[in-house]
């Protein structure tokens, strides 16, 4: 039932940002839902377990059962060209960009058609390190810069929406 109503809110030109959330810190979600409600357009928080979100009729939370890349498989499923899809997953990134929606991650990286086939190579490179038993690391934490950069690249995108409906 909460599929329906998440693919309800995503019709006509109306756009959308879906929110790979099960690994998108809270202070994202935070600047997310209020850039929703500023600008009252659908926000779509996917995860496999159960995800607070303010009442809005912008916010829904949809919850997905749990297993590899279902709450990914959903997202592409749902967005369609020129949503906005916030994750860091560079594969679901990639298949996004694929259907003509943008892409930009929690530290306000945004993805594009240029670049992202680089960032898949160095993902498959990392991975393959890490199964030979080097130690990788984990990304940094998410430092005042990042929530920065991220504010601002989703302002940047908010901009380009609204330009592009006020034609």
Request: aromatic share 4%; glycine share 4%; hydrophobic share 45%.
């Amino acid at each position: 039932m909460q599929a329906t109503i998440v693919a309800s809110i995503n019709r006509g030109d109306i756009m959308a940002i879906w929110v790979d959330a099960d690994a998108c810190p809270n202070v994202i979600k935070e600047i997310l839902f209020r850039a929703a409600e500023r600008v009252q357009m659908p926000l779509t928080l996917v995860a496999n377990q159960n995800i607070r979100v303010p009442p809005s009729r912008f916010i829904r939370a949809l919850r997905v059962p749990a297993g590899f890349d279902v709450a990914d498989n959903e997202i592409v499923r749902l967005c369609s060209a020129e949503d906005l899809v916030i994750t860091a997953d560079i594969p679901l990134a990639a298949e996004v960009l694929e259907k003509g929606a943008a892409a930009l991650n929690p530290r306000g990286e945004r993805y594009s058609p240029a670049t992202i086939r680089e960032k898949l190579t160095m993902r498959d490179f990392m991975d393959t390190l890490r199964a030979s038993g080097v130690q990788t690391g984990g990304p940094d934490s998410l430092s005042q810069r990042d929530r920065q950069q991220f504010a601002a690249e989703l302002d940047k995108w908010l901009l380009e929406v609204k330009r592009r409906t006020a034609k």
